[in-house]
């Protein structure tokens, strides 16, 4: 290597101070760039930099951009430069790339050196930690610009800045993996708090029905039984007590399928999720004063039964619960419900144009807190906000991924199967 000319360091120090208080790859390039612009005149410069497993390179250009850095990577195989980046060759030096077979094999990815007329070509690798960590490349339009003594030069620069844009990588995957790994601890944190209080919830109902059991249902059997002790001491009954028993009988029955339907939709294993839906909305609103209209509509051609049945019953019930609080706390005229699919997600609507919903705390306690919990276990995606931008009415939306092989997650699973409890209005 020739001797080193004091010009030269004092454009490789200007370099150094470019790089200088940068914190992103691609900004700390394209200070350099300048800097080396008044070494190497170029019309077009970037920068390679290989993956960890040296499969993949991502592209920084500075100046005009092209193709390369429109994707986040690219496949070493098809880089143009490949054989710099693996470390067959010391560099690449060009006078016409257009027409250089290096450049263009089968698979190649050579569109922008054509389409950026890039003609003058030097390419030399980045090092650091011992090994080739990707690679600088410098271009013009103009056809044989470059000699060896540029390439020297063009290394000297990329010896410079390849231990910092290294540091630079190295801190944003660091970055990266932090924050993955703060967002997954968050996940399973929701996820254990969401369980807990769901499951207190359920614990919860299962105490309100047994107390509804005990004062209500129990007792009335414990009346009839005692009319009937009555009757049969009496030895006669007249036909209106008879009918009088038989009526107590059939609404004792009716509280009790109620309560077992609520606890076991019957009909969403027997006849699918829209059947169970609707279903339960013309229950919800039959007794409703003042009438409230219901609608639904299904164009998700029974989508939703082909995911699995605790992923669908977890559906199902945050369906009833946004019905339940629409009735219950709403007043609405009207409540509507849509299935809806595409080739890869399922999305239901529930619609109402009563009171709306205000604010809604996604880790409130109750109904909606409940909700969340459930589309947070399934992996279901829900929002609840207003239905109309007058603010009237609440728009509740979920959205789940159509995966046939999708496994519900093993909390969720036993949530899903423990014993039902009618579900908490908000």
Same mark, same amino acid.
């Given at each position: 290597?020739?001797?080193?000319?004091?010009?030269?360091?004092?454009?490789?120090?200007?370099?150094?101070?470019?790089?200088?208080?940068?914190?992103?790859?691609?900004?700390?390039?394209?200070? +350099?760039?300048?800097?080396?612009?008044?070494?190497?005149?170029?019309?077009?410069?970037?920068?390679?930099?290989?993956?960890?497993?040296?499969? #993949?390179?991502?592209?920084?250009?500075?100046?005009?951009?092209?193709?390369?850095?429109?994707?986040?990577?690219? $496949?070493?195989?098809?880089?143009?430069?490949?054989?710099?980046?693996?470390?067959?060759?010391?560099?690449?030096?060009?006078?016409?790339? %257009?027409?250089?077979?290096?450049?263009?094999?089968?698979?190649?990815?050579?569109?922008?050196?054509?389409?950026?007329?890039?003609?003058?070509?030097?390419?030399?690798?980045?090092?650091?930690?011992?090994?080739?960590?990707?690679?600088?490349?410098?271009?013009?339009?103009?056809?044989?610009?470059?000699?060896?003594?540029?390439?020297?030069?063009?290394?000297?620069?990329?010896?410079?800045?390849?231990?910092?844009?290294?540091?630079?990588?190295?801190?944003?995957?660091?970055?990266?993996?932090? %924050?993955?790994?703060?967002?997954?601890?968050?996940?399973?944190?929701?996820?254990?708090?969401?369980?807990?209080?769901?499951?207190?919830?359920?614990?919860?109902?299962?105490?309100? #029905?047994? #107390?509804?059991?005990?004062?209500?249902?129990?007792?009335?059997?414990?009346?009839?039984?005692?009319?009937?002790?009555?009757?049969?001491?009496?030895?006669?009954?007249?036909?209106?007590?008879?009918?009088?028993? @038989?009526?107590?009988?059939?609404?004792?029955? +009716?509280?009790?399928?109620?309560?077992?339907?609520?606890?076991?939709?019957?009909?969403?294993?027997?006849?699918?999720?829209?059947?169970?839906? @609707?279903?339960?909305?013309?229950?919800?609103?039959?007794?409703?004063?003042?009438? /409230?209209?219901?609608?639904?509509?299904?164009?998700?051609?029974?989508?939703?039964?082909?995911?699995?049945?605790?992923?669908?019953?977890?559906?199902?019930?945050?369906?009833?619960?946004?019905?339940?609080?629409?009735?219950?706390?709403?007043? $609405?005229?009207?409540?509507?419900?849509?299935?809806?699919?595409?080739?890869?997600?399922?999305?239901? /609507?529930?619609?109402?144009?009563?009171?709306?919903?205000? +604010?809604?705390?996604?880790?409130?306690?109750?109904?909606?807190?409940? #909700?969340?919990?459930?589309?947070?276990?399934?992996?279901?995606?829900?929002?609840?906000?207003?239905?109309?931008?007058?603010?009237?009415?609440?728009?509740?939306?979920?959205?789940?991924?159509?995966?046939?092989?999708?496994?519900?997650?093993?909390?969720?699973?036993?949530?899903?199967?423990?014993?039902?409890?009618?579900? @908490?209005?908000?």
């Amino acid at each position: 290597m020739s001797e080193v000319s004091p010009i030269l360091i004092d454009r490789l120090l200007a370099i150094s101070r470019a790089l200088a208080g940068h914190i992103d790859t691609g900004t700390a390039f394209r200070a +350099t760039a300048i800097e080396i612009s008044t070494l190497i005149p170029h019309n077009h410069i970037d920068l390679a930099v290989l993956s960890h497993d040296r499969r #993949m390179h991502a592209c920084y250009e500075a100046g005009f951009h092209t193709s390369w850095s429109e994707l986040s990577q690219h $496949p070493v195989e098809g880089s143009p430069i490949r054989s710099v980046l693996w470390g067959e060759v010391p560099y690449l030096l060009a006078d016409d790339a %257009l027409f250089d077979q290096r450049f263009h094999f089968t698979g190649a990815f050579d569109e922008p050196i054509f389409a950026a007329r890039l003609r003058s070509r030097i390419i030399v690798p980045l090092r650091a930690r011992g090994g080739i960590i990707g690679a600088l490349n410098i271009s013009r339009h103009e056809v044989g610009c470059y000699t060896l003594a540029d390439v020297e030069v063009a290394q000297q620069c990329a010896d410079l800045i390849a231990p910092y844009i290294f540091a630079l990588i190295q801190t944003e995957e660091a970055r990266r993996a932090m %924050l993955a790994e703060s967002e997954a601890r968050n996940r399973v944190e929701l996820l254990r708090v969401g369980a807990s209080q769901l499951t207190e919830g359920m614990e919860r109902e299962r105490r309100r #029905m047994a #107390m509804d059991l005990h004062d209500q249902t129990l007792a009335d059997l414990a009346r009839i039984a005692r009319q009937l002790s009555a009757l049969r001491g009496q030895g006669v009954a007249r036909a209106a007590q008879l009918a009088d028993l @038989e009526q107590e009988v059939a609404g004792c029955l +009716t509280e009790l399928r109620h309560i077992v339907d609520d606890m076991r939709p019957s009909v969403l294993e027997l006849f699918g999720l829209r059947d169970a839906v @609707e279903a339960h909305l013309n229950r919800s609103v039959a007794r409703a004063k003042p009438p /409230i209209a219901v609608r639904i509509a299904d164009t998700s051609d029974g989508s939703a039964d082909s995911l699995p049945e605790p992923v669908r019953t977890a559906l199902y019930r945050i369906v009833q619960e946004a019905i339940n609080n629409a009735v219950r706390h709403a007043t $609405p005229r009207r409540i509507d419900v849509l299935l809806a699919s595409t080739a890869s997600m399922l999305r239901v /609507i529930v619609t109402d144009d009563g009171q709306g919903c205000g +604010t809604v705390d996604p880790a409130a306690h109750g109904g909606i807190g409940h #909700m969340h919990t459930r589309a947070a276990l399934i992996g279901a995606r829900l929002r609840i906000g207003q239905a109309s931008r007058k603010g009237g009415g609440t728009r509740v939306v979920i959205e789940i991924d159509r995966q046939p092989s999708r496994e519900l997650p093993h909390a969720a699973a036993e949530v899903e199967h423990a014993p039902r409890a009618v579900p @908490e209005g908000v």
